[in-house]
């Protein structure tokens, strides 16, 4: 006698009941978080390994019931919680899940889309052209530039860079690889000493050598040196090199400058490269008028990256790539197997054509349900908002003695530090800052970080939190002041 089976109803996944009822206590949850963050110190206080040391070091044998698994939440997950969502968060860059953005999560969650091919989900290939779109119109970007939607924006500049490899079908590295070709020139890519690592890992994954990119000096103002870039290009050449691509940066991640990208525009024309523009934070500030000066000239880019998993507040991730030459990121990633192949393959676009990747999340949604939710007076109200604040704090900061702003304040980012008096060398202004630093975040009330501006080490607050108003931004500078005691 073997044993009976199991009857079938002991197998498959929770009842939708459950969902129902621990949905409701999540959602409570949720709010109750959303309204409070500030009863949370916003950097984790967790020593590494600390976190892990709390989880059993093998997963259950049984299935645990849902009642101990969210029990969980506030005594295991939220200690090793550092808040993005608070209010007090003025480090890197601000990433905000709004109410629209959660909700859409878990609706994506729910529909569970897979984007392989337009038939795997139209509405995941449709509404991803449409909000991409929505978005450019509103930020009056070219209306010819084709978007789509990745993770983050070092995927997507890694696939601007691939297209810009193949924007010369000569090369063709597609098909017979970099590696042991006396016939090809070493590839190129430029960049300031401003822009972000990205570039460089884009350059390691796509076997065009770190050592490839030239990264420009900049100018007072921590912007690119065009004439250094044309200097550059002309040595390159000179040496037998191939000039590939330009990634210049509106919004650079330590300072926010704006790199000069019609003159760098003019040199890529000359040279026949690839204009990418990183403006990873600092794109989505299009959609307000008054600040569209720093994005004279990327109408001119061949592609064009924002993140509105940074500034505009669609939870991570979702980054937004625009390019003008979408068949070119066809001819890139174009690869379609037998079983892939369908009947509407010539009237319906498969993002998988001009994507690294086969799947994709069903990210257009919570884009649209911010995009909705807010409009675009209201994201642009908001954006605003946060360069005021940037504004009115330093100009408090240079008005006070002992500390100094350390980069021209263009959109939502100061840059500062405290110099004792009399006290010129620069270890030790490093030393007295980072301990204000340490000092500041310790209070769990905001977290900050630094930057170094060439030898310069620097504290940089930067506001870009949906929640955060003048109250935290001006506790921050209170907290700075007490603790240079
Ligand atoms: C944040 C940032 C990036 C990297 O963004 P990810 O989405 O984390 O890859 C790239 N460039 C700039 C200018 C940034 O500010």
């Known amino acids: 006698m073997t044993d009976p089976a199991p009857a079938p109803t002991t197998l498959g996944d929770l009842a939708p009941e459950q969902f129902e009822h621990h949905a409701r206590v999540l959602a409570h949850w949720i709010a109750e978080y959303l309204a409070h963050p500030e009863r949370h110190r916003v950097l984790s206080a967790l020593a590494p390994g600390e976190f892990?040391?709390?989880?059993?070091?093998?997963?259950?044998?049984?299935?645990?019931?849902?009642?101990?698994?969210?029990?969980?939440?506030?005594?295991?997950?939220?200690?090793?919680v550092t808040h993005w969502n608070h209010p007090g968060f003025f480090a890197y860059f601000a990433n905000t899940a709004s109410v629209p953005g959660i909700l859409a999560e878990l609706v994506i969650a729910a529909l569970n889309q897979v984007g392989i091919l337009w038939r795997t989900s139209p509405a995941l290939a449709e509404l991803e052209q449409v909000t991409t779109a929505w978005l450019r119109d509103a930020c009056g970007f070219p209306a010819d530039w084709f978007g789509m939607i990745t993770d983050t924006a070092s995927v997507s500049t890694l696939q601007a860079l691939a297209a810009a490899r193949e924007l010369d079908p000569a090369l063709e590295v597609r098909h017979r690889?970099?590696?042991?070709?006396?016939?090809?020139?070493?590839?190129?890519?430029?960049?300031?000493?401003?822009?972000?690592?990205?570039?460089?890992?884009?350059?390691?994954?796509?076997?065009?050598?770190?050592?490839?990119?030239?990264?420009?000096?900049?100018?007072?103002?921590?912007?690119?040196?065009?004439?250094?870039?044309?200097?550059?290009?002309?040595?390159?050449?000179?040496a037998g090199y191939r000039p590939l691509a330009v990634v210049a940066t509106v919004g650079t991640t330590s300072t926010t400058s704006v790199d000069p990208v019609p003159a760098i525009a003019d040199l890529c024309a000359r040279e026949r490269m690839w204009l990418h523009v990183d403006a990873a934070y600092a794109g989505v500030l299009a959609l307000v008028p008054a600040q569209r000066r720093h994005f004279v000239g990327v109408e001119r880019a061949d592609s064009f990256v924002v993140n509105p998993h940074k500034w505009l507040f669609a939870p991570m991730d979702c980054s937004v790539l625009w390019t003008r030459h979408p068949q070119v990121l066809k001819r890139t990633f174009s690869l379609t197997p037998a079983y892939l192949e369908t009947q509407e393959q010539d009237v319906a676009l498969s993002l998988s054509d001009y994507s690294f990747q086969l799947g994709r999340r069903f990210r257009a949604l919570k884009l649209w349900w911010v995009l909705r939710a807010f409009?675009?007076?209201?994201?642009?109200?908001?954006?605003?908002?946060h360069c005021d604040f940037a504004t009115r704090l330093a100009d408090t900061v240079v008005r006070t003695p002992g500390w100094q702003v350390t980069a021209p304040v263009g959109m939502s980012v100061v840059c500062l530090r405290h110099v004792p008096e009399g006290v010129t060398d620069e270890a030790v202004i490093e030393r007295h800052n980072a301990a204000i630093l340490d000092r500041v975040n310790g209070s769990g009330r905001v977290f900050l970080s630094h930057t170094k501006l060439g030898e310069r080490y620097t504290l940089r607050l930067a506001i870009g939190n949906l929640r955060t108003q003048w109250t935290h931004v001006a506790e921050a500078w209170a907290l700075l002041q007490a603790a240079t005691l």
């Open 52 to 80: 892990r040391a709390s989880i059993p070091a093998a997963m259950p044998r049984d299935g645990e019931s849902l009642e101990a698994i969210l029990a969980d939440l506030d005594r295991v997950v939220m200690p090793g």
């Open 177 to 238: 690889g970099l590696a042991g070709r006396s016939d090809l020139p070493r590839l190129r890519i430029y960049c300031s000493s401003q822009a972000h690592s990205s570039v460089d890992k884009a350059a390691i994954t796509l076997g065009l050598g770190a050592e490839n990119v030239v990264r420009l000096p900049v100018d007072a103002g921590f912007r690119m040196r065009s004439d250094a870039l044309d200097a550059a290009i002309r040595a390159d050449r000179a």
């Open 375 to 385: 409009g675009q007076e209201g994201l642009a109200a908001r954006l605003q908002q």
